[in-house]
């Protein structure tokens, strides 16, 4: 089938030809995300609005073998939305309808296009929040497909944690749901965390059903200085065992401090620092803190700060999502390439160290950051991509840091999912579990058009 005649089949389908393009600058918008993986063009852009719409594009490709790639902000870090067999790059975007709210219930039922920030707005309207935070401004769908995280999952868990029913086309057009509106369930098999993780190799949301947290009497955060950053690991990994009721609990490293006073303006102390932030009534606020100041001091932290002023919590947090375009901007000319993985709190130092040390010995640049309240360790890494020396010595640091998470009981991905850049990893992690993955996939989607290339490398 020519490029022209799938333009049309698709327009056909979707009864608009308008939302169908071919054009360069649709492909281009299309073929990366912001991370350093090649970009790849699709053939043909569709812009779906509704399931109807998910449900024929399917369809037609099953029937053609044409892959599809869903497609929501662009904001995923491991190449999850780039079409790298060609084909149809779905994007949900305009699937952006929040369909319920329900303060009673807790719950909002939304499209995969609605950006987190448009439902913490609506939330917000009644005393409520959303409380998956991974920084940018993604798609609540991606979000499930990638089984998102951030600043707030040591309090709040992540994605599917937080998801209580989805609606989902499969490969071949049907369409599923699964989960309720209940707050728990034993019935059955959990088709619903399987799909929440799945980076739309089994199937494409079109709905999702959210649990909402009540906005908490008093938010307070500490801003803590360390003399080192193992110090600051440990402080940390005690404060979360210590049973302080903190919801965020950040780590960045000197560098990354140092970029993002030059990107912000802001002027923190230059050393490696926590920002701890506790919630809730205004005694177990302060209760909380009193617990986070002492295990602080006992590891001599340097600068302790109370931020209460909501403006300026906005700010400090504001200051920490932008630490990937700050430390972007403290080396220009270099591609982003940033990696995660997952240790027990135990480990958290030790991986940490471990980290640093191997970046500094391949002479390479990168800032440490992290979830440090779920030992989720982050290397905003960068390299330029026709440097083939370079490239080769970040693909080496990233299967060292991948080895050694292994080897302290960790994973290859605390967060950012497995996409095109980690397949390997994900091989040395659960290689035994490979052909049960394998076998999952061919049967939500025997003819492997659902964004090929990804989480499992082709049998």
Not at 16 to 40: C, M, N, T
Not at 305 to 329: C, I, K, N, Q
Request: proline share 5%.
């Amino acid at each position: 089938m020519t490029s022209e005649e799938l333009r049309e089949a698709l327009a056909v389908a979707v009864g608009d030809r308008s939302r169908v393009s071919d054009g360069d600058s649709e492909r281009d918008l299309h073929a990366s995300d912001i991370s350093f993986h090649r970009p790849a063009r699709p053939d043909v852009v569709v812009y779906a609005t509704s399931t109807g719409d998910v449900s024929a594009v399917l369809a037609l490709a099953d029937g053609l073998g044409i892959p599809v790639t869903p497609f929501g902000a662009g904001s995923s870090l491991e190449g999850h939305v780039i079409p790298v067999a060609g084909g149809i790059s779905l994007d949900l975007s305009r699937m952006d309808r929040i369909l319920d709210l329900s303060p009673a219930d807790l719950t909002a039922t939304v499209q995969p296009g609605v950006p987190r920030s448009a439902l913490e707005r609506a939330a917000a309207e009644h005393g409520l929040f959303f409380p998956v935070d991974p920084g940018a401004d993604a798609t609540l769908g991606g979000m499930a497909a990638t089984n998102a995280a951030g600043t707030t999952t040591v309090r709040f868990g992540k994605m599917r944690a937080n998801v209580l029913a989805l609606e989902a086309v499969l490969a071949d057009g049907r369409v599923v749901r699964t989960g309720s509106r209940a707050p728990k369930t034993s019935a059955g098999y959990d088709l619903l965390g399987l799909f929440v993780g799945s980076e739309g190799t089994l199937g494409v949301i079109t709905e999702l059903t959210l649990r909402l947290q009540g906005i908490p009497e008093e938010s307070v955060v500490l801003r803590l200085s360390f003399p080192d950053l193992e110090s600051a690991c440990r402080a940390a990994a005690t404060i979360v065992a210590g049973g302080a009721g903190v919801t965020r609990a950040e780590l960045l490293d000197a560098w990354t401090i140092a970029s993002i006073n030059s990107y912000s303006g802001t002027d923190l102390p230059a050393g490696p620092s926590l920002f701890v932030e506790a919630s809730g009534s205004e005694g177990a606020v302060a209760s909380d803190l009193d617990l986070v100041r002492e295990i602080a001091a006992s590891e001599g932290a340097t600068d302790v700060v109370a931020e209460r002023d909501p403006t300026a919590r906005a700010r400090l947090w504001a200051a920490r999502h932008a630490s990937a375009y700050a430390s972007g901007a403290a080396v220009p000319g270099k591609k982003h390439r940033p990696t995660d993985i997952c240790v027990p709190l135990s480990e958290l130092a030790g991986a940490v160290a471990f980290a640093r040390e191997q970046v500094d010995r391949r002479g390479l640049v990168a800032g440490i950051v992290g979830h440090a309240g779920d030992g989720n360790v982050h290397l905003s890494l960068h390299v330029d991509p026709d440097d083939p020396e370079e490239l080769r010595a970040s693909d080496e640091l990233v299967d060292a840091l991948v080895e050694d998470a292994l080897a302290r009981g960790g994973t290859s991905t605390g967060e950012h999912g497995i996409g095109l850049g980690k397949i390997h990893a994900l091989e040395r992690e659960h290689g035994d579990l490979l052909p049960l993955m394998h076998g999952i996939k061919e049967l939500f989607d025997p003819n492997g058009i659902m964004n090929p290339g990804k989480v499992l490398a082709r049998p």
